[in-house]
């Protein structure tokens, strides 16, 4: 017998939309017409075409007729606890206690195993802040009424999954609750199609845990799952999604660490980079605060070797026009037993550098990004010497050649290896001078 989930899980799997025939001057022809990302597409199609999707476009309808019976009787208007909502109730690792809050306020915590975000604000909605789905985005809004959450407040969102994470394994308990870890772990990704897509779909409530509703940022995404992994797919331009690639793949060329990045059919996707550890960002540690010197000053009193990442990670953005780094996009990797911060996060997120968004680079030295970062090298003497001592690798032509290979969008390849060379050109100049 069929499982309910299971016959969700075949739901979403189906093609939705409608076919149709036409008969034109004696000649007929066969019609596809659905929607993709809130446009409505039509396409002519062949009649083996036609057969195949017909049935299965009737096959989903009738499932959705069994899924809302199975619905019908049941208040579907997901709601949270007194506790919840007031945001009283234990901060937990996995199945471990390391804080409590009353009304939101830290009473008592383990210092060592606290996220920097709680220790720095003792506030919980803070934590919750850097945790909570973009409803900014359509497709955030399509999941609340995929999950009928009727919440104003944005930043409850993701107690509806108990503030689970892909990227750690720290978690809020409601007061009173009985729920282990093994409870609240994401175990499906029923919800891929809606937050990635904007496919609709009716879920019951018994799915509601998801990564969707705890994973931010302004472009349209999803979490998947294949063989036990969880993948990041995102929406993006051509240009988009050459410049993440590029990035990621001249990194994984130098061997410097980065998050994993792929073409998947129309979309991008990175598997999850902090597998083993907690990952936190440096909004947690900085809050909005991205001053170069500042924040390198905070990471010197951890580690002069997470400086040294950080002065590297600044040193790529710099030589590729990523102009979009901020605290929420990169961040710390913290040992999951200990609490102890190891390193800097491998770096991701870089679809707004290069060609993103003009198709024309700027190889001057006056172009506004690389002669501000050029500023805070020659006025800070600690930043240089890090560079230094980070035995920077040369960028050269086979180099840029080997990753322009390795991606299939075209471009303007010419542009780009004279942009990244003279760039690097003019910082090595003031970093080796």
Not at 10 to 19: A, C, H, I, K
Not at 71 to 90: C, I, M, V, W
Not at 162 to 181: C, G, H
Not at 296 to 325: G, H, P, W
Request: glycine residues 4%; aromatic residues 12%.
């Amino acid at each position: 017998m069929k499982t309910f989930e299971s016959v969700l899980n075949e739901y979403n799997s189906l093609p939705s939309g409608n076919v149709y025939i036409k008969v034109i001057k004696g000649n007929t022809y066969f019609y596809y017409q659905f929607s993709d990302n809130g446009k409505k597409i039509t396409k002519y199609i062949s009649k083996d075409e036609y057969d195949d999707l017909l049935i299965k476009i009737n096959h989903k309808k009738e499932l959705s007729k069994f899924i809302k019976e199975n619905l019908k009787d049941e208040n579907r208007s997901l709601f949270l606890s007194n506790s919840a909502r007031n945001l009283t109730g234990y901060l937990m690792l996995e199945d471990k206690i390391i804080g409590e809050f009353e009304n939101g306020q830290l009473i008592k915590g383990n210092e060592k195993l606290l996220p920097l975000i709680i220790k720095r604000t003792k506030q919980l909605n803070k934590f919750l802040q850097t945790r909570v789905i973009d409803t900014s985005r359509t497709n955030a809004r399509l999941l609340k009424k995929a999950l009928n959450i009727h919440e104003e407040n944005d930043e409850l969102l993701s107690i509806y999954s108990y503030a689970v994470s892909i990227t750690d394994n720290y978690w809020f308990k409601p007061k009173k609750s009985k729920l282990k870890y093994k409870d609240v772990q994401f175990k499906n990704d029923v919800l891929f199609d809606v937050s990635l897509k904007g496919s609709l779909s009716y879920f019951p409530r018994k799915v509601v845990l998801s990564p969707e509703l705890t994973t931010g940022g302004s472009f349209e995404k999803g979490w998947k799952r294949i063989d036990n992994e969880w993948w990041l797919y995102k929406v993006g331009t051509d240009n988009e999604k050459f410049s993440e690639l590029f990035y990621a793949t001249l990194l994984e060329e130098l061997n410097i660490p980065t998050a994993h990045y792929e073409l998947d059919d129309k979309y991008i996707r990175s598997k999850n980079f902090a597998v083993g550890y907690n990952y936190e960002p440096m909004y947690s540690l900085m809050d909005d605060n991205d001053d170069y010197n500042d924040v390198l000053t905070e990471l010197m009193k951890i580690s002069k070797d997470i400086a040294r990442q950080y002065m590297v990670l600044i040193y790529f953005d710099a030589l590729l026009n990523n102009v979009d780094r901020h605290n929420e996009n990169y961040g710390l990797l913290k040992d999951k037993k200990t609490g102890s911060i190891i390193s800097l996060a491998p770096n991701f997120d870089n679809n707004l550098c290069l060609i993103s968004r003009n198709e024309i680079l700027n190889c001057s030295i006056k172009e506004g990004f690389l002669s501000y970062f050029l500023k805070f090298l020659k006025s800070n003497q600690l930043a240089k010497d890090l560079l230094k001592e980070s035995n920077l690798p040369r960028i050269n032509e086979s180099i840029l050649n080997k990753c322009f290979n390795k991606i299939s969008i075209k471009v303007n390849e010419k542009m780009i290896r004279e942009f990244i060379l003279s760039r690097q050109k003019y910082l090595f100049d003031e970093i080796f001078k």
